[in-house]
């Protein structure tokens, strides 16, 4: 769903354009990119951008928007926001692009705003969450999914008052991905009067995660938050496997 709604704000974006041509468009093309993991420590997620691809060709093959054929360019950021920026700098400079279209990476989209905002650039859709991305707002910033801190606190809830659970544990992504996550999670559960039993920080390129896991087995929860990319969670899972963890 959340492509969709980036087609349907960038066609009204275009539409709301009173020349025929301007930064990134002209009359037969629309120029827009991402940036995103397509390799690295969160590459699953790279997915996306792949993704992305696709949607955009089924536009085209339609007909495109409002006449014009979407012209997209996806670039490898390696889940590095010194990296995001020098994507998005040559998107802007050497594609001359109308749009960013959505983003993967809350640290590495924090680190772009700044850039962006200054240059003008509309982004539709990062799906990145992070509290510093959403504010303060800029005019040319469209976000369409709920902040770290609301999803983190809505997963709390549903521990705990559907499953009845009153243990949780929380292994987070040590950067501004991961600390939104916990102080969503801390905030749900202050509502409770209750604390996590373990609080598990982990870096993004950690691979060997046999102590993180150790430490949360002996804190004894009934459940597990996993806020951290795809490939450290199927490690975490892999990992608590072989020691017969099953929280």
């Not at 990145?128 to 809830?157: G, N, W």
């Not at 659970?165 to 939104?180: E, F, P, R, T, V």
Request: hydrophobic share 45%; aromatic share 8%; with cysteine.
């Amino acid at each position: 769903m959340w492509i969709f709604a980036v087609v349907a704000v960038l066609g009204l974006l275009l539409l709301a354009s009173a020349s025929e041509a301007g930064k990134g468009f002209d009359d037969k093309e629309v120029r827009v990119g991402q940036f995103g993991p397509l390799t690295g420590p969160a590459a699953p997620w790279g997915a996306v951008l792949r993704g992305s691809a696709l949607r955009f060709q089924l536009v085209n093959d339609e007909g495109g928007i409002h006449g014009r054929k979407i012209k997209y360019f996806m670039r490898d950021d390696q889940y590095n926001p010194a990296q995001t920026v020098t994507v998005i700098k040559e998107l802007v400079e050497n594609q001359d692009i109308f749009a960013i279209v959505g983003g993967v990476a809350g640290a590495g989209s924090i680190a772009a705003k700044d850039y962006l905002t200054k240059n003008k650039i509309i982004w539709i859709g990062p799906t990145a969450s992070a509290r510093e991305l959403v504010f303060p707002q800029t005019p040319y910033l469209f976000c369409l999914t709920p902040l770290y801190e609301d999803e983190a606190s809505i997963m709390t809830k549903y521990l705990v008052e559907t499953e009845k659970m009153k243990k949780i544990a929380l292994m987070y992504q040590n950067d501004s991905y991961g600390q939104a996550g916990l102080a969503g999670m801390r905030q749900r559960l202050a509502k409770y009067k209750m604390k996590a039993v373990a609080e598990i920080p982990v870096e993004p390129t950690e691979r060997d995660l046999a102590s993180h896991i150790m430490k949360i087995k002996n804190a004894g929860p009934e459940a597990v938050i996993l806020w951290v990319a795809p490939t450290t969670a199927v490690i975490s899972l892999k990992t608590a496997a072989t020691i017969g963890f099953k929280p």
